[in-house]
Every structure is written in structure tokens, then in C-alpha cells.
């Protein structure tokens, strides 16, 4: 499947800003399943420097700066991806979830096994007691992992409510788990939150996906959005499994992943900060486009 994605940000300040200093992550990552052959981002007043890099979880974004006054700053990027639907795999022949948990004991685990970074509490998603009695339904005595996290899955999409007015983005997690109601980001750092308080790694996945109208209606354009879920690590064969607990899904050929960390403060797609700005408002518009040409 092949798809153009069009993601504008536009910030518009109170006052003029003077100095603006901010780091994109808008660039899809290259993935065995994912490839994206083009890419532009167009960053409104001109920055006067513009840089490249990829941070510590192997993620691509672009810092730019922007100085002379201005009272309004637009990024838009545009991204051409190419997604193959991932290899079919079996849930039942994965290990059993305790041997995963055990991998990553203070005992066994080596500084240079990756996933156990994602294992302990971040930033935004701290664990707890709370978060894994609930996961404990979801884990019962050696039940293949990815059994587990398709479970848990399931039970956090029927569970809670999607509400976008029940959080915002300095809404702690232990709100979202008492009232159940929030957005994907909310649902996403739930769901790592129940598997890193049984001892499973488990990372913080932003994208895209792709948005189907009702029968019959036209196709809103602006109306997609950045979209969270959740990868869980299943042992050395399987490798990471990605599950959306927002719609009850494995991702697959509509889900776009954009970068990947610890949790949402590792992978925002815009932050920065400003000199001068007073108050802003900030508008979101994306498009997740099927191509013809795919």
C-alpha cells in the first residue's frame, strides 16, 4: 500500500515571537515493512539553520530556528510511504510471558540487551501495583506473550471509553486508569504502563493511520490525525509485536509509524520554544492519502 501523507502544523502567537527554536520528528521511519522514497518539510518563516539528526531510539527529526518577529509559524511535511503487511505469525508459539519477564530480572539482563530500556518507568508512565492488576487477567501462569498482549489489548479497547474532552496532554496516566476514558495516547501509555509493571518491555509507537469515511461520505480533508499504540517485546524470534488498543488491532498495512521511545515525551512530532510568544494557538491538520500509484 502506498500513501501520501500531509501533516501541517501552524502555531499562531498572541505577540510577535523574536526567537523560536524547535525539533520535527515527521519523517516515517524505515522499517523491513516500511520504506519511504520521498519526503519534504516546509518550515514557514524561513529558519535561519536547519539541521538533521536521529536521536537515541533511531528516530529522524529536523531542529530548525527561526529568528526576526513573527506572529505565526507553519510546518508542513510531506511523505510518500510504501507499507507491506507484516509477516503472518502464530500467538500461540511465542514464549511464555514469564520466561520474557525473567530475561529482563536485575540479575540476567546485559547493558547492551536493548529492549530492557523500555521495561522500566519513563517520564510519562510510571509503574504500579494499580496498572498490573489489571494486566494480571490478560497474563495468566505460562500463557504464550503475544496471547497476552492481544488480550490485554482487547480488554483496554472495550474497556475504556474513547472520550477526546476526558484528557489533555498533562493528563497523568493514573487519571486516565481511574476514570478509563481518554484518546489513543492515553490508551497506548496505559497499555505500557500494565506491561512494564509485570516486567515486560514494552515502547511508546507514533504514526499515522488511515482513516475511512462511513459508506457514502465523502472524505473529510485535515480530518486524520498523529495516532499512538503500543510494541511489546515477544522474544528474539518474533521480535517487538505492535498493538493498537485504541481499535483492537494488530497495526497492519494502515498504520504508519512515524518514530518510537519511551513514551509520548520521546516522540512528539513538534516541540520547541519560543521567545516572546504570550499566548498561541495551535492547529493540526493531517492527511493519510491511498495513492493510485501504489
Request: with cysteine; hydrophobic share 40%; glycine share 6%.
Amino acid at each position: 500500500m502506498r500513501y501520501h501523507i500531509i501533516h501541517r502544523t501552524t502555531y499562531t502567537y498572541d505577540s510577535p515571537v523574536t526567537v523560536s527554536h524547535y525539533l520535527a520528528r515527521l519523517l516515517p521511519r524505515p522499517l523491513a515493512n516500511q520504506e519511504c522514497p520521498w519526503h519534504e518539510l516546509l518550515i514557514r518563516p524561513e529558519p535561519i539553520e536547519r539541521s538533521l539528526r536521529t536521536d537515541y531510539f533511531g528516530n529522524h527529526s529536523v531542529y530548525f530556528e527561526i529568528e526576526g518577529a513573527h506572529q505565526q509559524l507553519e510546518v508542513i511535511a510531506r511523505s510518500l510511504v510504501d507499507i507491506r503487511p507484516p509477516p503472518a505469525f502464530d500467538p500461540a508459539q511465542t514464549p511464555a510471558w514469564e520466561k520474557i519477564r525473567d530475561r529482563f530480572t536485575a540479575d540476567t539482563v546485559g547493558i547492551d540487551y536493548s529492549p530492557a530500556e523500555f521495561r522500566f518507568s519513563s517520564a510519562l508512565i510510571q509503574t504500579a501495583p494499580v496498572f498490573a492488576d489489571y494486566a494480571m487477567p490478560s497474563f495468566p501462569p505460562s500463557r504464550p506473550i503475544a496471547e497476552g498482549v492481544i488480550s490485554l489489548n482487547h480488554r483496554i479497547n472495550t474497556e475504556f471509553v474513547f472520550d477526546s474532552t476526558a484528557t489533555d496532554l498533562a493528563t497523568p496516566i493514573s487519571k486516565v486508569m481511574e476514570q478509563r476514558r481518554g484518546v489513543c495516547q492515553d490508551f497506548a501509555q496505559v497499555m505500557i504502563a500494565c506491561l512494564r509493571s509485570i516486567g515486560l518491555p514494552a515502547r511508546y509507537v507514533s504514526g499515522y493511520l488511515e482513516t475511512r469515511p462511513p459508506p457514502g461520505k465523502p472524505r473529510l480533508v485535515g480530518a486524520d490525525a498523529s495516532h499512538a499504540w503500543v510494541a511489546a517485546w515477544c522474544g528474539e524470534k518474533l521480535g517487538w509485536l505492535d498493538a493498537d488498543p485504541t481499535n483492537d488491532v494488530l497495526p497492519n498495512e494502515r498504520h504508519i509509524t512515524a518514530a518510537w521511545g519511551r513514551d509520548f515525551s520521546d516522540v512528539s512530532p513538534l516541540r520547541g520554544v519560543t521567545l516572546g510568544a504570550g499566548e498561541q494557538r495551535l492547529q493540526v491538520a493531517v492527511d493519510v492519502l491511498p495513492s493510485d500509484d501504489g
